[in-house]
């Protein structure tokens, strides 16, 4: 994660608005990718830029996955943010007509960054990234989880986190006393072309208990619950086809209890969460309970891992 200026935190984590016609970016045409200012997840194509005259950046489309919707808390406006760290983008206003696809992300300069074509095409290139998808799980502690999903062929990335709560509660303490109405998840980037949403739910599903309510293990509250936060009506239909299928199987002795919600914002759990096994494999916890499932996992998807 970038280190944030005052104002950028103003912005990106406290939903403000920079003042219009003052953003860099506001009559910028050059080629290339609009990045996260906070994440650096890519987020549109300079194709997808157009002058709007509003006083800010205006795109009518994006990366496909990169950009999440939500109602702001008057009920009035949609914003926009970036689906990879939850960080504030703008709105998105429809029925304006101002260009053929009658969409305008109106978005804040300093939530981004730019990349030249030539600099950004360097190992993954802007075409590419407009492939990548999200999706997110929670699965019990995040530690196991994070480690599952990142040995998969496709997956580019896996952050461990909190999801369902209040941003103001995402926090590693608070979220442990089981009382924030977040779940642990993990937020994972992949490439659709190499690794299957479908695919993902089947790791999902083999991967952690999901007849127990609230409960995985010895690790037990709402924060440990079972369920996919989906980005899509596609994602919501593949999980809920998934469980059917799964259910009409007998491939459980009990029922299945995960839950299917529409994925909201991602809050990116504390700096030394990430990667947690990898540096921390002697732990107790680790060695106990994280090693024996990523070992059953890899012996089971052998075929699949990277």
């Given at each position: 994660?970038?280190?944030?200026?005052?104002?950028?935190?103003?912005?990106?984590?406290?939903?403000?608005?920079?003042?219009?016609?003052?953003?860099?970016?506001?009559?910028?045409?050059?080629?290339?990718?609009?990045?996260?200012?906070?994440?650096?997840?890519?987020?549109?194509?300079?194709?997808?830029?157009?002058?709007?005259?509003?006083?800010?950046?205006?795109?009518?489309?994006?990366?496909?996955?990169?950009?999440?919707?939500?109602?702001?808390?008057?009920?009035?406006?949609?914003?926009?943010?970036?689906?990879?760290?939850?960080?504030?983008?703008?709105?998105?206003?429809?029925?304006?007509?101002?260009?053929?696809?009658?969409?305008?992300?109106?978005?804040?300069?300093?939530?981004?960054?730019?990349?030249?074509?030539?600099?950004?095409?360097?190992?993954?290139?802007?075409?590419?990234?407009?492939?990548?998808?999200?999706?997110?799980?929670?699965?019990?502690?995040?530690?196991?989880?994070?480690?599952?999903?990142?040995?998969?062929?496709?997956?580019?990335?896996?952050?461990?986190?909190?999801?369902?709560?209040?941003?103001?509660?995402?926090?590693?303490?608070?979220?442990?006393?089981?009382?924030?109405?977040?779940?642990?998840?993990?937020?994972?980037?992949?490439?659709?072309?190499?690794?299957?949403?479908?695919?993902?739910?089947?790791?999902?599903?083999?991967?952690?208990?999901?007849?127990?309510?609230?409960?995985?293990?010895?690790?037990?509250?709402?924060?440990?619950?079972?369920?996919?936060?989906?980005?899509?009506?596609?994602q919501a239909e593949a999980a809920t086809n998934a469980?059917?299928?799964?259910?009409?199987?007998?491939?459980?002795?009990?029922?299945?209890?995960?839950?299917?919600?529409?994925?909201?914002?991602?809050?990116?759990?504390?700096?030394?969460?990430?990667?947690?096994?990898?540096?921390?494999?002697?732990?107790?916890?680790?060695?106990?309970?994280?090693?024996?499932?990523?070992?059953?996992?890899?012996?089971?998807?052998?075929?699949?891992?990277?």
């Amino acid at each position: 994660m970038r280190t944030l200026t005052d104002f950028e935190k103003y912005v990106i984590e406290e939903k403000g608005t920079e003042r219009p016609f003052s953003g860099e970016y506001y009559r910028h045409d050059a080629p290339g990718v609009y990045c996260c200012k906070k994440c650096d997840a890519p987020l549109y194509l300079s194709e997808h830029k157009f002058q709007a005259h509003c006083g800010w950046p205006a795109f009518d489309d994006e990366i496909p996955g990169a950009v999440s919707r939500h109602m702001d808390a008057d009920g009035r406006r949609v914003e926009i943010v970036c689906s990879g760290c939850g960080g504030h983008l703008g709105h998105v206003f429809e029925g304006e007509y101002l260009t053929e696809k009658n969409l305008r992300h109106c978005v804040n300069s300093v939530s981004m960054v730019f990349k030249k074509r030539e600099v950004s095409e360097q190992g993954n290139d802007a075409m590419n990234n407009t492939k990548h998808a999200f999706a997110t799980f929670g699965a019990g502690c995040f530690w196991c989880v994070e480690a599952i999903f990142s040995a998969l062929n496709g997956v580019i990335s896996v952050k461990p986190g909190y999801a369902g709560g209040n941003a103001s509660d995402a926090d590693y303490k608070k979220v442990c006393a089981g009382g924030t109405g977040h779940a642990e998840v993990v937020h994972i980037e992949y490439q659709p072309e190499l690794v299957s949403f479908e695919t993902l739910l089947e790791v999902f599903f083999q991967s952690h208990d999901p007849t127990t309510l609230n409960r995985q293990g010895n690790d037990v509250g709402t924060q440990y619950r079972s369920v996919v936060f989906a980005h899509n009506e596609d994602q919501a239909e593949a999980a809920t086809n998934a469980i059917k299928a799964l259910t009409d199987a007998g491939a459980f002795s009990d029922p299945i209890v995960t839950e299917v919600v529409a994925f909201e914002e991602f809050y990116p759990a504390e700096d030394y969460h990430h990667d947690y096994f990898a540096r921390n494999g002697e732990q107790r916890y680790c060695a106990l309970v994280v090693k024996p499932k990523v070992d059953k996992f890899k012996k089971a998807f052998a075929s699949l891992l990277k």
